[in-house]
C-alpha cells in the first residue's frame, strides 16, 4: 500500500513540475511578446491562474504525505507514547472533518460553475474549483490510511508526531547543543579574543 501511495505522489511531484515549466513558458513568452512585439497571447494569463492553483493544492497534498505541512511539535514531541496518540488521532479527526468540509464546498462550487465559461478560453470554470475536489479527496484517503495504521498500532513512535523538523531547525538545534556543551566544560573560551 505505502509504495502505491509513494508512486501516486510521484505522479504529483511530476504534475507539479509540468504544470511549473507550462507556467513560466506561459507568462515569461508573454511577457517577452508584449515588451518585443507589442502582442500577446490572450489565455496564457488564464491558464497560468488555473496552473497555478492546481498546483497549490497538488503540492498541498504532496506535502500532506510527507509530513511538509506546517506546525509546532512543541507540546506534543515531550508527551508520552499514549498521549502522542491521543493528540494524533484528535488531529486527525479535526482534519478530516474540515477536509470534509473543503469536499462539500468545492464539490458545491464546482457543480454551480460547470455551465460557466470562462471568458477567454471558453472552458469551464469549474475545473478551477475540482482542484478542491481532487484535494480533498487525496487529503482524505490519505488522512483516514494514517488513521488506520495508528489505530491497528503500524506507526512507530518516531512517527507519532506529525510535523518534520526542518534543516534550518535542525542545524539551530545542533548549534544550540554545541554551544551549551561549550559553556559547560571549564577553560573553554566561547567569547573568542579580547581586544
Not at 515569461?28 to 502582442?39: A, E, K, T
Not at 514531541?77 to 469536499?103: D, E, I, N, Q
Request: hydrophobic share 55%; aromatic share 8%; proline share 3%.
Amino acid at each position: 500500500m505505502d509504495a502505491a501511495i509513494d508512486r501516486f505522489c510521484h505522479a504529483i511531484d511530476l504534475l507539479i513540475a509540468a504544470a511549473l515549466a507550462v507556467m513560466v513558458v506561459l507568462v515569461f513568452g508573454n511577457v517577452v511578446l508584449r515588451y518585443v512585439f507589442n502582442s500577446g497571447i490572450a489565455v496564457s494569463e488564464e491558464v497560468a491562474r488555473w496552473l497555478f492553483v492546481w498546483l497549490c493544492f497538488l503540492g498541498a497534498v504532496a506535502a500532506l504525505k510527507e509530513g511538509g505541512h506546517l506546525g509546532t511539535d512543541m507540546l506534543v514531541s515531550r508527551l508520552p507514547v499514549a498521549g502522542k496518540k491521543v493528540c494524533m488521532v484528535l488531529g486527525h479527526v479535526l482534519m478530516l472533518y474540515v477536509t470534509w468540509l473543503f469536499l462539500q464546498g468545492s464539490w458545491q462550487q464546482a457543480r454551480i460553475n460547470m455551465d460557466m465559461e470562462a471568458p477567454v478560453t471558453g472552458m469551464p470554470v469549474s475545473i478551477f474549483y475540482a482542484s478542491g475536489v481532487v484535494f480533498s479527496v487525496c487529503a482524505g484517503v490519505l488522512l483516514l490510511l494514517q488513521l488506520v495504521r495508528l489505530l491497528t498500532g503500524q506507526l512507530r513512535e518516531s512517527e507519532l508526531v506529525m510535523v518534520k523538523e526542518s534543516e534550518e531547525q535542525a542545524e539551530l538545534e545542533a548549534l544550540q547543543a554545541e554551544l551549551a556543551r561549550s559553556e559547560l566544560q571549564p577553560g573553554v573560551d566561547t567569547k573568542g579574543p579580547r581586544p
